[in-house]
Protein backbone atom coordinates (compact mmCIF):
# COMPACT_ATOMS: atom_id res chain seq x y z
CA UNK A 1 0.00 0.00 0.00
CA UNK A 2 1.16 3.67 -0.84
CA UNK A 3 0.69 7.00 1.48
CA UNK A 4 -1.43 7.65 -1.86
CA UNK A 5 -4.47 5.29 -0.97
CA UNK A 6 -4.16 4.58 2.58
CA UNK A 7 -7.35 5.24 4.29
CA UNK A 8 -5.86 7.07 7.31
CA UNK A 9 -9.34 6.77 8.99
CA UNK A 10 -9.69 3.27 9.43
CA UNK A 11 -6.09 2.32 9.56
CA UNK A 12 -4.55 1.14 13.15
CA UNK A 13 -2.19 3.94 13.98
CA UNK A 14 1.07 1.74 14.38
CA UNK A 15 0.30 0.67 10.57
CA UNK A 16 0.21 4.21 9.33
CA UNK A 17 2.88 4.75 11.43
CA UNK A 18 4.94 2.64 9.61
CA UNK A 19 3.72 3.47 6.26
CA UNK A 20 4.67 6.95 6.83
CA UNK A 21 8.50 6.09 8.16
CA UNK A 22 8.77 4.08 4.32
CA UNK A 23 7.47 6.66 2.48
CA UNK A 24 9.60 9.20 0.93
CA UNK A 25 9.68 12.81 2.17
CA UNK A 26 9.12 14.22 -1.22
CA UNK A 27 5.92 11.51 -2.13
CA UNK A 28 4.50 12.77 1.39
CA UNK A 29 5.25 16.37 0.66
CA UNK A 30 2.85 15.44 -2.54
CA UNK A 31 0.34 13.84 -0.32
CA UNK A 32 0.20 16.33 2.16
CA UNK A 33 -0.33 19.27 -0.90
CA UNK A 34 -3.21 17.42 -2.59
CA UNK A 35 -6.26 16.88 -1.90
CA UNK A 36 -6.11 14.43 0.99
CA UNK A 37 -4.21 17.29 3.42
CA UNK A 38 -7.24 18.03 5.05
CA UNK A 39 -8.48 14.16 5.37
CA UNK A 40 -5.24 13.65 6.63
CA UNK A 41 -4.05 16.64 8.78
CA UNK A 42 -7.94 16.40 10.20
CA UNK A 43 -7.47 12.95 11.32
CA UNK A 44 -4.42 13.32 12.83
CA UNK A 45 -4.82 16.15 15.30
CA UNK A 46 -8.85 14.25 15.76
CA UNK A 47 -7.09 11.10 17.35
CA UNK A 48 -4.17 12.96 19.49
CA UNK A 49 -7.02 13.45 22.40
CA UNK A 50 -7.62 9.44 22.33
CA UNK A 51 -3.61 9.40 22.98
CA UNK A 52 -3.38 11.83 25.39
CA UNK A 53 -2.29 10.97 28.58
CA UNK A 54 -3.74 12.82 31.88
CA UNK A 55 -1.38 11.14 34.30
CA UNK A 56 1.91 13.28 32.58
CA UNK A 57 -0.55 16.41 32.45
CA UNK A 58 -1.05 16.53 35.54
CA UNK A 59 -2.43 19.68 36.02
CA UNK A 60 -1.93 21.40 33.38
CA UNK A 61 -3.93 24.09 31.99
CA UNK A 62 -3.46 25.31 28.12
CA UNK A 63 -4.45 26.35 25.11
CA UNK A 64 -2.34 25.04 22.51
CA UNK A 65 -1.97 26.09 18.55
CA UNK A 66 -0.31 24.14 15.68
CA UNK A 67 0.08 26.20 12.57
CA UNK A 68 1.06 23.28 10.03
CA UNK A 69 2.32 24.72 6.98
CA UNK A 70 3.29 23.96 3.23
CA UNK A 71 -0.25 23.74 1.85
CA UNK A 72 0.22 24.45 -2.00
CA UNK A 73 -1.51 28.09 -1.60
CA UNK A 74 1.82 28.84 0.55
CA UNK A 75 -0.85 29.13 3.38
CA UNK A 76 -1.22 27.21 6.99
CA UNK A 77 -4.00 25.04 8.36
CA UNK A 78 -4.56 26.29 12.54
CA UNK A 79 -5.76 23.67 15.10
CA UNK A 80 -6.61 24.13 18.95
CA UNK A 81 -5.89 22.24 21.51
CA UNK A 82 -7.30 23.26 25.06
CA UNK A 83 -5.60 20.63 27.98
CA UNK A 84 -7.68 21.00 31.25
CA UNK A 85 -8.92 19.16 33.95
CA UNK A 86 -6.93 16.05 32.57
CA UNK A 87 -8.53 16.06 29.30
CA UNK A 88 -7.60 17.32 25.66
CA UNK A 89 -10.17 18.19 23.85
CA UNK A 90 -9.67 20.14 20.02
CA UNK A 91 -12.01 23.51 19.58
CA UNK A 92 -13.46 24.45 15.98
CA UNK A 93 -11.61 27.43 15.41
CA UNK A 94 -8.02 28.57 17.02
CA UNK A 95 -9.13 31.57 18.20
CA UNK A 96 -8.45 31.32 22.16
CA UNK A 97 -4.80 33.33 23.29
CA UNK A 98 -2.30 30.35 23.23
CA UNK A 99 -0.21 29.63 26.04
CA UNK A 100 1.77 27.37 23.39
CA UNK A 101 2.18 27.79 19.63
CA UNK A 102 3.90 25.30 17.60
CA UNK A 103 4.30 25.93 13.75
CA UNK A 104 5.83 23.46 11.29
CA UNK A 105 5.77 21.88 7.60
CA UNK A 106 3.07 18.78 7.36
CA UNK A 107 5.74 16.26 6.90
CA UNK A 108 7.40 16.96 9.67
CA UNK A 109 3.98 17.34 11.61
CA UNK A 110 3.20 14.03 10.67
CA UNK A 111 6.83 12.43 11.42
CA UNK A 112 5.93 14.08 14.73
CA UNK A 113 2.67 12.76 15.41
CA UNK A 114 3.30 9.07 13.97
CA UNK A 115 6.42 8.78 16.06
CA UNK A 116 8.85 9.26 13.24
CA UNK A 117 10.20 12.00 14.56
CA UNK A 118 11.52 13.58 17.61
CA UNK A 119 10.35 17.13 19.15
CA UNK A 120 13.44 18.41 20.46
CA UNK A 121 15.47 17.40 17.54
CA UNK A 122 12.87 19.15 15.02
CA UNK A 123 13.42 22.00 16.90
CA UNK A 124 17.65 21.76 17.11
CA UNK A 125 17.39 21.45 13.33
CA UNK A 126 14.46 24.34 13.12
CA UNK A 127 11.76 22.41 11.86
CA UNK A 128 9.83 22.78 14.51
CA UNK A 129 9.27 26.57 16.12
CA UNK A 130 7.64 27.45 19.20
CA UNK A 131 6.67 29.98 20.58
CA UNK A 132 4.91 30.78 24.46
CA UNK A 133 5.75 29.16 27.53
CA UNK A 134 9.21 27.12 27.87
CA UNK A 135 8.03 24.97 30.46
CA UNK A 136 5.27 23.79 28.18
CA UNK A 137 7.14 23.54 25.75
CA UNK A 138 9.43 20.98 27.16
CA UNK A 139 6.75 18.70 28.88
CA UNK A 140 4.23 19.27 25.79
CA UNK A 141 5.65 16.49 24.01
CA UNK A 142 5.20 14.03 26.48
CA UNK A 143 1.71 14.20 27.16
CA UNK A 144 0.89 12.26 24.40
CA UNK A 145 1.68 8.54 23.16
CA UNK A 146 2.65 8.24 19.82
CA UNK A 147 2.95 4.80 18.15
CA UNK A 148 5.77 3.01 17.59
CA UNK A 149 6.72 2.38 14.02
Known amino acids: MSIHDAQVEVMDPVEF ?23 ILDHLIGAMPAVFRPQVAGKTRAVVHWRIGDRADGGVDSYEMVIADGVCTLSPRADAQPQLTLSLAAVDFVHLVT ?27 NFFAAPRP
Do not use: I, S, W, Y
Open 115 to 141: GNAHAVMLVMKGRLKTRGDLGLTARFP
Open 17 to 39: ARLVKRTPADELRQVLRGERRAE
